[in-house]
């Protein structure tokens, strides 16, 4: 058996890391979740597009940009949802499918009206799976910490 001396820097070693970056995706992909599901009961509005195109083909980015009115005030946004994450196969699509000047809706936080989304969500899976990944790394090293302080590591 490992004695408990050598085993507290490996099962640190190992369980800071798993807390640190789980945590840090609970947060990130959590916050992106919430918005997602807040936006439910955003306002669709009116929009007129004055930009849309693919920037980066490698990556398949874009850039956006838009202006809807809320009562007298006129806005301008360049969210396109709350993920951003595209796919090889749509991008080309949706570049097609709005093209500047095109008249649809986008959805505001009634809260907020500055803050808009021009779609609520293209796909939700990755933010989820990250969430979940999150969760387990997190969950796997406060586990290994409870293991350690409960004396089972290094026991005899």
């Given at each position: 058996?490992?004695?408990?001396?050598?085993?507290?820097?490996?099962?640190?070693?190992?369980?800071?890391?798993?807390?640190?970056?789980?945590?840090?995706?609970?947060?990130?992909?959590?916050?992106?979740?919430?918005?997602?599901?807040?936006?439910?009961?955003?306002?669709?509005?009116p929009?007129?597009?004055?930009?849309?195109?693919?920037?980066?083909?490698?990556?398949?980015?874009?850039?956006?940009?838009?202006a809807?009115?809320?009562?007298?005030?006129?806005?301008?946004?360049?969210?396109?949802?709350?993920?951003?994450?595209?796919?090889?196969?749509?991008?080309?699509?949706?570049?097609?499918?709005?093209?500047?000047?095109?008249?649809?809706?986008?959805?505001?936080?009634?809260?907020?009206?500055?803050?808009?989304?021009?779609?609520?969500?293209?796909?939700?899976?990755p933010?989820?799976?990250?969430?979940?990944?999150?969760?387990?790394?997190?969950?796997?090293?406060?586990?290994?910490?409870?293991?350690?302080?409960?004396?089972?590591?290094?026991?005899?």
């Amino acid at each position: 058996m490992l004695a408990a001396e050598s085993v507290t820097p490996a099962v640190a070693a190992v369980a800071v890391p798993l807390v640190l970056f789980g945590g840090w995706l609970l947060v990130s992909f959590g916050r992106q979740l919430l918005r997602i599901w807040s936006s439910r009961n955003w306002v669709e509005t009116p929009r007129e597009l004055l930009s849309f195109r693919e920037v980066g083909v490698e990556d398949f980015s874009i850039e956006i940009s838009y202006a809807y009115r809320v009562g007298a005030a006129t806005h301008q946004s360049n969210c396109f949802s709350f993920t951003d994450i595209l796919s090889m196969d749509n991008t080309p699509q949706l570049v097609k499918r709005y093209p500047s000047g095109c008249k649809a809706v986008c959805y505001v936080n009634p809260a907020d009206s500055a803050d808009a989304v021009f779609m609520r969500s293209v796909n939700i899976f990755p933010a989820a799976l990250l969430f979940v990944v999150g969760a387990l790394s997190t969950a796997c090293g406060v586990y290994l910490v409870f293991l350690w302080a409960s004396g089972k590591f290094g026991a005899n």
